[in-house]
């Protein structure tokens, strides 16, 4: 029996096809065609020629994780360690995956604002937990008293999407203090934040959760080189969250991607 009897060809698949049938601009899925930058073209090639091709450590290399950490820091002004409140994902969509089946207990539900990325939900099936749907405003607005009124004591995650695809959607400064309003009341909730469009924006800057004290506290937030360098196709990002939840998180990610650090345990 299919455990995810639901899941077809998805959305992103029929429409990629239509649009190489009839020579259309694909605006289906998120692939920004900006070129890639010549920079990163070059360090790739130079790099490719050292000794880099085994497994790297499991949360990610630490000079990567310090790039990300003075990322963070530059972008939205938030001090963090690199090493228990980071980790590199195989793209956001693992870390999603990881995130849910680290954090989401059966039983328990989550909330999914409509429309939405289509791999929200797997991950929430397959851990035994309930996905609650709830549909955007028309102006693709979280309405956050349907929000309030879906939320219960078996709510364990909140996902949002900031800026919104395929909406392109930005958040304002109210939205965001409206959540936080609302997560007060449920301490249990768990907030995630997909951000991986959050550099591409054009005329108004999107909001990080990053710099709301009271909502990064309880987050986990979402990026994808992927989208912020156009390289999709390299399958890369990270996420930034509590160490706490980190730690669960790595531990997901370790059976995920098995590397150096978690590739072989020795009989314990
Ligand atoms: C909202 C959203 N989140 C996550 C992703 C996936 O990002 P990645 O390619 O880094 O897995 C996409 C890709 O289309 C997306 O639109």
Same mark, same amino acid.
């Given at each position: 029996?299919?455990?995810?009897?639901?899941?077809?060809?998805?959305?992103?698949?029929?429409?990629?096809?239509?649009?190489?049938?009839?020579?259309?601009?694909?605006?289906?899925?998120?692939?920004?065609?900006?070129?890639?930058?010549?920079?990163?073209?070059?360090?790739?090639?130079?790099?490719?020629?050292?000794?880099?091709?085994?497994?790297?450590?499991?949360?990610?290399?630490?000079?990567?994780?310090?790039?990300?950490?003075?990322?963070?820091?530059?972008?939205?002004?938030?001090?963090?360690?690199?090493?228990?409140?980071?980790?590199?994902?195989?793209?956001?969509?693992?870390?999603?995956?990881?995130?849910?089946?680290?954090?989401?207990?059966?039983?328990?539900?989550?909330?999914?604002?409509?429309?939405?990325?289509?791999?929200? +939900?797997?991950?929430?099936? &397959?851990? %035994?937990?309930? /996905?609650?749907? !709830?549909? *955007? #405003? =028309?102006?693709?607005?979280?309405?956050?008293?349907?929000?309030?009124?879906?939320?219960?004591?078996?709510?364990?995650?909140?996902?949002?999407?900031?800026?919104?695809?395929?909406?392109?959607?930005?958040?304002?400064?109210?939205?965001? +203090?409206?959540?936080?309003? &609302?997560? %007060?009341?449920? /301490?249990?909730? !768990?907030? *995630? #934040? =997909?951000?991986?469009?959050?550099?591409?924006?054009?005329?108004?800057?999107?909001?990080?959760?990053?710099?709301?004290?009271?909502?990064?506290?309880?987050?986990?937030?979402?990026?994808?080189?992927?989208?912020?360098?156009?390289?999709?196709?390299?399958?890369?990002?990270?996420?930034?969250?509590?160490?706490?939840? !980190?730690?669960?998180?790595?531990?997901?990610?370790?059976?995920?991607?098995?590397?150096?650090?978690?590739?072989?345990?020795?009989?314990?």
């Amino acid at each position: 029996m299919s455990k995810l009897p639901y899941v077809g060809t998805t959305i992103f698949t029929v429409m990629s096809k239509l649009a190489m049938e009839h020579n259309a601009i694909n605006l289906s899925q998120g692939f920004p065609n900006f070129p890639v930058d010549e920079k990163l073209i070059s360090a790739l090639e130079s790099v490719a020629r050292e000794s880099v091709h085994q497994y790297a450590p499991m949360p990610g290399s630490p000079d990567l994780l310090n790039g990300i950490s003075a990322l963070i820091e530059t972008a939205y002004g938030r001090k963090n360690d690199p090493t228990s409140e980071l980790l590199v994902t195989a793209g956001a969509t693992q870390a999603i995956f990881a995130t849910i089946q680290a954090l989401v207990n059966p039983q328990e539900e989550v909330i999914i604002l409509d429309p939405s990325y289509d791999c929200y +939900e797997p991950p929430i099936i &397959l851990t %035994g937990a309930k /996905p609650v749907r !709830i549909p *955007l #405003s =028309d102006d693709f607005t979280p309405n956050w008293q349907r929000i309030e009124d879906a939320m219960n004591d078996k709510t364990r995650l909140l996902i949002i999407n900031n800026p919104h695809n395929p909406s392109g959607k930005v958040l304002d400064k109210s939205d965001l +203090e409206q959540l936080a309003a &609302l997560l %007060g009341k449920y /301490p249990k909730v !768990i907030l *995630l #934040s =997909d951000e991986v469009y959050e550099f591409i924006t054009f005329e108004k800057k999107h909001i990080s959760v990053n710099t709301i004290e009271s909502l990064r506290e309880r987050s986990v937030i979402v990026s994808s080189f992927g989208k912020t360098f156009h390289i999709t196709g390299w399958k890369i990002g990270y996420l930034i969250a509590p160490a706490a939840l !980190i730690n669960e998180i790595k531990k997901v990610q370790s059976s995920e991607l098995s590397t150096s650090k978690s590739a072989m345990t020795f009989g314990n």
